[in-house]
């Protein structure tokens, strides 16, 4: 990573909101790996290491609660930090991300990407 530059990894399967989060991210100095399906992301979160993971919950393969359980299960991810980004916004799909150890529940209809890309960068200070 040049000049301690922050790898995110981003596991989105909307090609269009990944590419934004990627372009917002990627303004701000961040190194950006993506994955469209939750196997992929689980395979470079393990092979990569990022500096945090950004995670969609409904995805194809594997959602994002079965990812975001074997991340915290792996002594190689689990002190990965993993904000859970997601339309689901229900209480108990909040609940069920933090148990499972996400660091973060951001809900994409209520944030901006700027709004995020601010809580990404609070994690760094």
């Given at each position: 990573?040049?000049?301690?530059?922050?790898?995110i990894?981003l596991?989105e399967d909307?090609?269009?909101i990944s590419?934004?989060?990627k372009?917002?991210?990627e303004?701000?100095?961040?190194?950006?790996?993506?994955?469209d399906n939750?196997a992929?992301g689980?395979?470079?979160?393990?092979?990569?290491?990022?500096?945090l993971?950004?995670l969609d919950?409904i995805m194809?393969q594997l959602?994002?609660?079965?990812?975001?359980?074997?991340l915290?299960m792996?002594a190689?991810?689990k002190?990965?930090?993993?904000?859970?980004?997601t339309?689901l916004g229900?209480?108990?799909d909040?609940?069920?991300?933090?148990?499972l150890g996400a660091k973060?529940?951001?809900?994409?209809?209520?944030?901006?990407?700027?709004?995020v890309?601010?809580k990404v960068?609070?994690?760094?200070?």
């Amino acid at each position: 990573m040049p000049n301690g530059q922050k790898t995110i990894l981003l596991v989105e399967d909307d090609t269009m909101i990944s590419s934004m989060y990627k372009t917002k991210f990627e303004s701000a100095k961040f190194e950006v790996i993506t994955a469209d399906n939750g196997a992929d992301g689980l395979e470079l979160a393990m092979s990569k290491k990022p500096d945090l993971i950004l995670l969609d919950i409904i995805m194809p393969q594997l959602d994002g609660f079965a990812v975001l359980e074997r991340l915290k299960m792996s002594a190689k991810t689990k002190s990965i930090p993993v904000f859970l980004l997601t339309n689901l916004g229900t209480e108990e799909d909040v609940k069920k991300g933090q148990e499972l150890g996400a660091k973060d529940y951001l809900v994409k209809a209520s944030l901006t990407p700027g709004e995020v890309l601010a809580k990404v960068k609070k994690e760094f200070k």
